[in-house]
């Protein structure tokens, strides 16, 4: 692992905080810290400029519209942008730039990567996925949302849960079975169609923190073109792994720096509740940062690897069980320092209750609560801590994988 960044990588850092300097008012203190209503607006502004200075997908090569730059310069720019408290694109850009779009440059045809590629930059495309059904969820591989050839198209009927986004997305990527006789793993393709027919019916689900981030999906005699598979006809399983490694280990050290901003909040209540000489709370304040250091270290390593190999591994599983548990844990230390004023919170609304942004108001307790709500599916979405562990014990430890009762024909596995 290389615990430092080269002096060609810190002179870029200081020209992406020249950017920041010349382009955001004087004292910002974040986007979360702007009132709601104005929020919108200035994501759209912002991310045209991102647009303009070829900062929207820096890593990307050039001949599809990215800014051609190194791994590195990618995790600077982000790193910084995570300081400040700015976005890196709009609400739908995550899955565009840091999943649907790495998957497409490794296991994308040429064609693929020239048609997809600058829609998701210019922002015409935006995306949301569609992995998780009501009855498979851990269990992805089980799956039963149907993709049908049809001539020189697939139609897809099933349904599809805890979609993000998917009522601001106008195209979906989605696992299907395209073929109910193969084991269920291998009957699986990896699909791409668009949100905008009326065999596709998104409808909202309010989580408990009172937002509109997911949904759940009907596909109703759907339709697609047929080339839109991705790494062939029934080898979506396989496809997907390599998309969820880029989701769970893409923000390897931009993580700790958002786990950093609850830190910080924590410590901020702490002393204004007056406790922050508690022995207890002090020694949980303690066991908190040495964790977030922890992921610090953890996310240069996985950096370390990408920038050798080019490629995350199952390690990105790691990180996603180390921030998922411990953002669970800090904000129940947020609320039980509260104590009774989180019962009756006050003060601006976090950035969004299903992550957290090192910038913002401080003292809000509201913020506290909504990350303390947000912070219970995090340890669920992306694979589930469950799911994680087998993965870091199968595939990193080398222990022996579990017993499997369901390696026949799938369709049989279901009666």
């Not at 430092?4 to 870029?12: D, G, I, K, M, Q």
């Not at 920041?20 to 759209?44: T, Y």
């Not at 393709?189 to 998104?202: A, R, V």
Request: with cysteine; net charge negative.
């Amino acid at each position: 692992m290389d615990a430092t960044y080269s002096l060609e990588a810190e002179r870029y850092r200081e020209k992406i905080q020249a950017f920041l300097a010349e382009n955001l008012a004087a004292g910002w203190k974040g986007l979360s810290a702007m009132p709601e209503s104005q929020r919108e607006g200035f994501v759209a502004e912002w991310r045209a400029l991102l647009a303009q200075n070829r900062l929207l997908a820096p890593a990307w090569p050039k001949e599809y519209g990215g800014g051609g730059l190194s791994a590195i310069e990618r995790v600077i720019l982000h790193e910084e942008f995570a300081r400040a408290g700015v976005p890196v694109g709009g609400p739908n850009d995550g899955f565009g730039f840091s999943m649907i779009g790495p998957t497409l440059m490794v296991m994308g045809t040429e064609e693929q990567k020239r048609h997809y590629l600058p829609r998701i930059l210019s922002g015409e495309d935006r995306w949301c996925q569609g992995y998780s059904e009501p009855g498979s969820g851990s269990d992805l591989a089980s799956l039963s949302t149907r993709a049908v050839r049809d001539g020189d198209e697939w139609i897809i009927n099933g349904q599809k849960i805890w979609t993000s986004n998917a009522h601001t997305a106008n195209w979906i990527f989605l696992l299907c079975r395209t073929d109910p006789n193969a084991p269920k793993h291998r009957g699986i393709s990896f699909l791409l169609c668009p949100m905008d027919q009326p065999g596709i019916e998104p409808r909202p689900i309010i989580n408990m923190g009172g937002s509109h981030d997911f949904n759940e999906v009907f596909f109703t005699d759907a339709r697609t073109a047929a080339d839109c598979v991705i790494g062939g006809i029934n080898d979506g399983w396989r496809v997907a792994n390599q998309l969820l490694a880029y989701e769970r280990g893409d923000d390897a050290t931009t993580v700790s720096l958002r786990m950093k901003g609850v830190y910080d909040r924590l410590v901020t209540i702490a002393r204004e509740q007056g406790v922050n000489d508690d022995a207890l709370v002090r020694q949980e304040l303690t066991r908190a940062y040495s964790k977030v250091e922890i992921l610090r270290f953890m996310g240069l390593r996985t950096l370390t690897q990408v920038l050798r190999n080019g490629v995350l591994g199952p390690e990105s599983s790691v990180s996603k069980l180390l921030w998922s548990e411990l953002y669970k844990r800090m904000t129940e230390i947020g609320v039980d320092l509260l104590g009774a004023h989180a019962m009756v919170p006050s003060g601006a609304a976090p950035l969004s209750i299903v992550g957290s942004e090192a910038a913002g108001d401080p003292h809000s307790s509201f913020a506290m609560t909504q990350h303390f709500l947000g912070a219970r599916p995090a340890s669920i979405y992306s694979g589930s801590s469950e799911i994680q562990r087998n993965i870091v014990g199968e595939r990193i430890l080398g222990l022996p994988k579990e017993p499997r009762s369901d390696d026949g024909p799938w369709i049989q596995s279901r009666r």
